[in-house]
């Protein structure tokens, strides 16, 4: 019932991509000292909605993906790079983790506030 609102929808696949992008942040905290290592980040989510969510078939026997896991692909992250080769800022990865949160936050609020109403059209408000 709730998939077919297309705010609960994106609020979903909002609360999927900061979730990925989180992962994405993890690993790049992990690879903070390893030599070479390139930072990476995912594309914002603005960017991945608007393309619909869904990957592109190169040939017609590839299957459609989930609007989920589609198109997040992790790129690389610009930044400049350490002596050892590394790209990897901790203060940035900080602040990508907790604009990650946020986003996560608001998408919990948008779904939640969506169930409510919906719950109290059906009259069984809490």
Known sequence: MFEKLE????????????GARM??????VAHADSPGYKAQDLPSFARVFADGGQMR?????????????????????PGRESPNGNTVSLEGEMVK?????????????????TSDVLRASLGRAR
């Open 23 to 28: 992962a994405v942040i993890a690993r790049n």
């Open 97 to 113: 983790s907790v604009e990650a949160r946020q986003d996560h936050e608001m998408a919990l609020a948008i779904y939640r506030a």
């Open 57 to 77: 078939a190169t040939r017609p026997g590839h299957l459609a993906a989930s609007p989920e896991g589609a198109a997040l692909v992790p790129e690389r992250a």
């Open 7 to 18: 705010l609960t929808r994106m609020a979903q696949a909002l609360a999927a991509h900061s």
